[in-house]
């Protein structure tokens, strides 16, 4: 269903369109004009799709919890921090790394 309002055509989503949409923004790493432009969606469109979702998601998803950290020496790979993650997995970030990838690899994990 569309709606003409000022010259411009308005496309109404169903919540699972809404959905997925979101969460195509959030693991796309594209800037949200970016996105908004690529995709014909008005950012305040996706910023309240977004919103619903992670509102959603942190209803659903169970509780975090702190983890202990242990502080070992540096092995001489240039390491500035290590997370170990179950079945031994890690992700080493080393000096001078891409924070929004790192932001990036995190959420996608978070996902999960």
Do not use: N
Request: charged share 40%.
């Amino acid at each position: 269903m569309t709606e003409e309002l000022a010259g411009r055509t308005r496309r109404r989503r169903g919540r699972v369109e809404a959905e997925e949409l979101a969460a195509e923004y959030e693991a796309s790493g594209l800037r949200r004009e970016e996105f908004c432009r690529q995709k014909g969606v008005a950012l305040h469109t996706l910023a309240r799709y977004v919103a619903r979702r992670r509102r959603e998601r942190a209803v659903t998803a169970p509780a975090q919890r702190w983890v202990g950290v242990e502080v070992a020496e540096a092995e001489a790979r240039d390491v500035e921090l290590t997370i170990r993650l179950d079945g031994g997995r890690r992700i080493e970030v080393r000096a001078g790394f891409d924070a929004e990838t790192l932001r990036r690899v995190v959420g996608v994990l978070e996902s999960v």
